[in-house]
């Protein structure tokens, strides 16, 4: 048996190592919105010949049209995203892209979002993670009848979420990263596996207790923990096999959000562990401590 | 019949000759030599065509890509509402679709999508055409606003010949009246023969106009044109004074409803706007096809390796059953069918990832048992039986979380985005065979393939 308890401080401190930038970021920084919410357009640009980001940049300016942003996603392709534009501009900036420089410059992906669609876009996705997150709380709620499990599990899922957003808050601001519908769809499956594996562990706490098994909560949470961790591991492995296949050679467009599932996997099958169940400790410590203070 | 495990083993090759046949390539140019027998014939999916009674069933097994994988064009369309009357407006936004609909056909593309979608306030067209990338001249066709007009031919002359000819822009006049002057078109029934007309309103300028042109006109065909195309011409009988005229024909309910929408498209004429549109170049999506079959490929191959290298015999069966699982997966993309997407590839790696996670509590279960000191034959049926209360409580949430992103029932407040509905179609679809092999298929498996030495 392992004795995962006494490191309570560890945890703690492992957790805020990658909580407190991603909090820093999150609030200095904040998320950085894609097309998808603020309306604008994003164009994948493919050249024939190698080329730098100022020499596309030039390209729009001549149009008269200013940039947000320019990154070069592979090789000779870049990713250039605008702010709203009327369509006859972008219709003329389309039409001498693929002219003037004849061959040289494919477009390979070009996407337009109107300004009030983004901005109904994101209200959606917002109901949308309301009503996953609701749901997932009464699926809690009903799976453990304690307040105590419940919470814990609570606050395990909240640290995994605030993990996911502080990580993209700082890929934002140091690497242009943006977070569109999919990084939501990826973080509320985040939630739902979060959820998921910590019910195992619980499960196996309770199936103790209800036992009525002879030992400290700690103790029985050690042995509880040592008995799901292999089986909690190997099953995250297989999933993080999967996604980091799909991060490394899954392509531009999939990447980010393969990267938010990886993220969330991993924060999950950590927190379970070592977030839920220790808080799930230090409430049983501090009930006890109470009792006797009576 | 599933009396015993070999049966149902037996059952599961036989499911898996048939997944196989589902997931066959498609066009497939199958060219080898096998000893004396040289094979040359394209492959193609099965696809069954059965008639039951008076019911005919007809499905090509056909994987359907989503406008990201095989490149094209998907267009949002916000239609102007504000000149029309509160009650037309649905109305009126079919049209609006029936005429976008025309001109996407005559472009040639294969295809194509044109559906409607009405939130509370808003009315809007969306459009997907499947390959078509360059869209500025697309875009300007379909956004502009119906064209309707009234035309008489040049010379008529009164023959049996002349009713079977079909009017042209050369070969008829502007008569002046144009959609502007109708105020609705209808279907209607007929009051004498119960057959399904088209009635027409016009407004009071055109009910005058109207009745100049059908006194000019009486016995000889009025053309419609829409969008510069004839769409019909009928021969007007007498001279309409009131402005309400009646089309009459052999009309089938369906073809009535057609013209009246094409009509009405001139008579309640919608502005329409581009609100979102993304391309995705072909070279782009046949990339991404590449790089998900690869990633999929090798995340598969590892979670196979890991598999086996830590459960050895019983990871091979895991790994076997899984197979069937990504057939099983496949074939019902065809069947329902599912569009796939980059997300929705994602989605079903995802699961693959999940799907595991059943055996795995199973094994784990199963080892736990055998070190009580349990016989391995009870450990294994036990660790069945115990695990399945936890595969059920994970898999659930997952499940509804898919539910509310797939957002069935089309509400509105809740995003209907196809990407994001893409990855949680496959995911849930992942995740529920996953009950089925993860649990009925593995235990087959193992109850008929696997042996192990009764320790003393």
């Not at chain 1, 407190?20 to 603020?38: E, H, N």
């Not at chain 2, 309707?148 to 009164?158: A, M, P, Q, V």
């Not at chain 2, 053309?223 to 007498?238: G, K, Q, S, Y």
């Amino acid at each position: 048996m392992i004795r995962f308890s006494k490191y309570l401080w560890l945890y703690a401190f492992i957790s805020s190592f990658v909580l407190v930038p991603g909090m820093i970021a999150l609030v200095f920084f904040g998320l950085r919105p894609s097309v998808d919410f603020t309306g604008g357009t994003l164009l994948e640009l493919h050249y024939a010949q190698h080329t730098t980001v100022p020499v596309v940049g030039k390209l729009f300016e001549d149009q008269g049209i200013t940039v947000s942003s320019i990154q070069s996603s592979s090789a000779n392709d870049y990713i250039v995203r605008l702010k709203p534009e009327s369509p006859e501009k972008l219709q003329l900036l389309e039409s001498s892209l693929t002219a003037t420089t004849s061959s040289d410059v494919t477009i390979l992906r070009n996407e337009t979002v109107g300004p009030t669609l983004g901005k109904e876009l994101l209200n959606k996705t917002i109901a949308a993670a309301l009503v996953a997150i609701i749901a997932i709380l009464s699926y809690v709620a009903y799976a453990f009848k304690n307040i105590k499990y419940g919470i814990s599990a609570i606050i395990a899922l909240v640290h995994d979420l605030l993990v996911v957003f502080g990580v993209f808050a700082l890929l934002g601001h140091f690497q242009a990263v943006e977070v569109d519908t999919l990084f939501v769809t990826a973080f509320l499956t985040t939630m739902s596996f979060s959820v998921h594996d910590t019910i195992v562990v619980f499960d196996r706490i309770r199936e103790m207790v209800r036992r009525g098994e002879k030992m400290p909560f700690d103790a029985l949470c050690d042995k509880a923990l040592t008995q799901t961790i292999g089986r909690s591991l190997t099953n995250s492995m297989t999933i993080i096999f999967m996604l980091v296949a799909l991060v490394l050679l899954g392509g531009s467009s999939v990447k980010w959000f393969a990267f938010a599932l990886l993220i969330g996997t991993i924060s999950g099958t950590y927190s379970s562990d070592f977030v839920a169940t220790p808080i799930l400790i230090l409430w049983d410590r501090w009930e006890k401590r109470k009792k006797k203070s009576i | 019949m599933f009396k015993t495990p070999r049966r149902i083993f037996f059952f599961l090759l036989l499911l898996t000759v048939v997944l196989v046949a589902f997931d066959l390539p498609e066009n497939y140019h199958l060219k080898t030599t096998v000893g004396p027998f040289s094979i040359d014939r394209i492959v193609n999916p099965l696809s069954i065509h059965i008639r039951v009674l008076n019911f005919d069933i007809r499905k090509d097994l056909k994987t359907r890509l989503g406008l990201d994988l095989s490149g094209g064009t998907h267009l949002v369309l916000d239609a102007d509402m504000k000149d029309v009357a509160t009650g037309d407006r649905i109305g009126a936004l079919d049209s609006v679709a029936k005429v976008i609909e025309r001109r996407v056909n005559l472009f040639g593309v294969s295809e194509p999508i044109v559906q409607t979608a009405r939130t509370a306030d808003s009315y809007r067209i969306i459009v997907e055409l499947p390959g078509v990338t360059d869209v500025n001249a697309a875009v300007s066709l379909i956004g502009q606003t119906a064209k309707l007009e009234f035309r008489e031919f040049k010379d008529y002359k009164d023959s049996t010949e002349s009713a079977f000819i079909i009017p042209t822009l050369d070969s008829t006049i502007a008569t002046g009246l144009t959609g502007k002057e109708l105020k609705r078109a209808q279907v209607q029934f007929s009051t004498q023969t119960g057959e399904p007309e088209v009635s027409l309103e016009f407004s009071n300028d055109g009910a005058t106009q109207f009745a100049q042109i059908t006194r000019r006109l009486v016995g000889k065909p009025l053309a419609i044109f829409l969008d510069e195309l004839p769409i019909t011409w009928p021969r007007v009988n007498t001279e309409i004074a009131d402005g309400r005229a009646v089309i009459t024909g052999s009309f089938s309910q369906e073809n009535a409803k057609t013209l009246a929408l094409q009509l009405n498209a001139g008579a309640l004429p919608v502005a329409v706007k581009v609100v979102e549109k993304r391309t995705v170049g072909a070279t782009l999506g046949q990339e991404s096809v590449r790089q998900s079959l690869q990633a999929g490929f090798i995340g598969l191959a590892i979670v196979a390796v890991f598999m086996i290298a830590k459960y050895g015999w019983l990871g091979c069966l895991a790994v076997s059953a899984l197979f069937l699982y990504g057939l099983l997966n496949f074939a019902l993309y065809r069947w329902i069918p599912v569009t796939l997407t980059l997300p929705g590839v994602a989605g079903f790696l995802l699961s693959i990832g999940m799907a595991v996670d059943s055996n795995i509590l199973i094994f784990e279960r199963f080892k736990e048992e055998k070190r009580l000191g349990k016989p391995w034959r009870v450990a294994m049926e036990l660790g069945f039986g115990k695990a399945w209360d936890s595969i059920r409580d994970a898999n659930f949430t997952t499940i509804i979380t898919c539910l509310v992103l797939f957002n069935p029932g089309n509400w509105s407040v809740l995003p209907s985005s196809g990407l994001v509905r893409g990855f949680a179609i496959t995911l849930f679809i992942g995740v529920v065979t996953s009950l089925f092999t993860g649990i009925i298929v593995t235990r087959t498996f193992i109850r008929v393939l696997y042996k192990e030495k009764e320790k003393k």
